[in-house]
Structures are given as structure tokens and as C-alpha cells.
């Protein structure tokens, strides 16, 4: 009978033991929190790469706040949000500079290019975000070929299903042509032919492109060509279709 006292003594006294313990582990918890919650707000909100929306309004539209706790903040969620209500940004980076600053680095959209859908043509960046409705007269690279399917602001380009190959050839050739600088050399982006894409270059040649091209090198055999072989006053077609690159003269 002893012998099962001190066995029901040795219960109870675990029970409390680990009662004891979970209670101390969220004391502790809480005490984080409680420590967190005063020491970790954000007394400053840094911006950089901005020039289109001022610090305030891309922080507001992030719902980041001077006072907000840093660690509570999710940094996911308020650069998803920033990039879907400003859409001439193309992305964001939120970093925490401690004690209390909070630092938000955004990239804005580079030089865009002009889709037509029904209604009236909308900005495309070279990411393939729809900016906004194109104003009459704006001066982008002209798209042809493709119909975007229900176009709205901030979201990305959507087209028909037979579509999305020549959709996706168009953001790879666009990136090249914006990592090079030379979108703006475009007049325009046909991708209604079946055998290449034609693009209108510097007002005065006409650049046939294959599809399935590495456009970064293809782009490069074209600029070779076009700044340093041809004269200011040449115009024609130049045919990347092939491995050598071929002019031929208006």
C-alpha cells in the first residue's frame, strides 16, 4: 500500500512538473512578444529607387506604417500588394535595418511598349504587366499579333491559349531588348507571322527574327551590324532567320 502511494506521489508530482514547465514556456513567450512589441517598432520608413510615386504613397500602399512592429510586419504580402496598386513598379524588396528601420527598395518599369485590345491600346511592361490604358499619341514600341484577353491595370498580360508561345517568345525577346537598352530603338513588335517575328528597328530596317531564337545573341549579331557596319543613311531588311546575319537593301 506504500509502495502505491508514493507511485500516485510521483504522478502527481510529474503532472505538476510538466504544468509548471508549459506555463513557463508561455511566460517566456509572452515576454518575447511583450519585448518585441516595444523594442522592434519602425521609427523609419527608408525608399529607394523611386521616381513615379513619392515614399509615402508606396509605403501606404504596402500598409507599412511608422510604428508598425518590423517582425510583425510580412514583407511578402505588403510587396505583392505595393506592385498590384502601383503598377509602374515592377518589383520590391523589404529588408529590416535594426534597430528600427525598415527599408524598401522598388524597381520601377522601363521603357514599355503599347498592345492594342479592344477598347484602345494598353502599356505593356517588359515584364508583361499591364501598366495602364496607353493615352492617345503615347510613344511605345507597337505590339501586333497578340489580343489580351480582359486586360486590367496591375495585372499580368493574359491571351488565348494558342496564343501563350507567342506570348511567352515576346517577354524573352522584350527582356533581352530591355537588358540591352534598345527597346526604344523598336518602332515595332509584329508577332502575327507564322515563320518569324518582324520588328521594326530604329525607323528604317525591318529585323526578321526566328521564333525559336537565343535573342540575347541574335540582338547582338543585329546592333554588330546595325552600329557598326551600316551607314546612317541604309535602310532594308536584315534576316536573322539564318546562322549569318544578311542585309538586304530597300
Not at 510587396?79 to 527599408?103: F, G, H, M, N, W
Not at 537588358?179 to 518602332?187: E, H, P, V
Request: neutral net charge.
Amino acid at each position: 500500500m506504500a509502495g502505491r502511494n508514493r507511485r500516485r506521489r510521483r504522478k502527481r508530482k510529474g503532472s505538476f512538473s510538466f504544468l509548471y514547465k508549459l506555463l513557463m514556456f508561455f511566460v517566456i513567450c509572452g515576454a518575447i512578444v511583450a519585448a518585441m512589441a516595444v523594442f522592434f517598432k519602425v521609427d523609419s520608413i527608408e525608399v529607394t529607387g523611386n521616381s513615379r510615386y513619392t515614399p509615402e504613397e508606396i509605403a501606404d500602399s504596402g500598409n507599412i506604417h511608422v510604428g508598425d512592429n518590423m517582425f510583425l510586419i510580412n514583407k511578402f504580402k505588403a510587396a505583392e500588394a505595393i506592385t498590384q496598386k502601383l503598377p509602374y513598379i515592377s518589383s520590391v524588396r523589404i529588408s529590416r535595418k535594426l534597430p528600427d528601420t525598415l527599408c524598401i527598395r522598388v524597381e520601377e518599369n522601363g521603357a514599355l511598349c503599347a498592345i492594342e485590345a479592344s477598347g484602345g491600346d494598353w502599356l505593356l511592361s517588359s515584364t508583361g504587366k499591364l501598366v495602364e490604358r496607353a493615352a492617345a499619341g503615347e510613344e511605345a514600341t507597337h505590339i501586333t499579333g497578340l489580343t489580351p484577353i480582359d486586360p486590367e491595370q496591375g495585372k499580368a498580360l493574359q491571351v488565348a491559349p494558342e496564343q501563350t508561345a507567342a506570348k511567352e517568345s515576346l517577354l524573352l525577346l522584350l527582356s533581352a531588348l530591355e537588358s540591352r537598352g534598345t527597346l526604344r530603338r523598336c518602332d515595332s513588335i509584329d508577332l502575327s507571322g507564322s515563320d518569324e517575328i518582324v520588328i521594326r528597328f530604329d525607323g528604317r530596317f525591318d529585323v526578321l527574327m526566328p521564333w525559336d531564337a537565343d535573342f540575347g545573341y541574335k540582338l547582338d549579331c543585329l546592333l554588330a551590324v546595325v552600329d557598326t557596319k551600316l551607314e546612317a543613311n541604309e535602310k532594308g531588311t536584315i534576316d536573322l532567320t539564318r546562322r549569318e546575319v544578311r542585309f538586304i537593301p530597300a
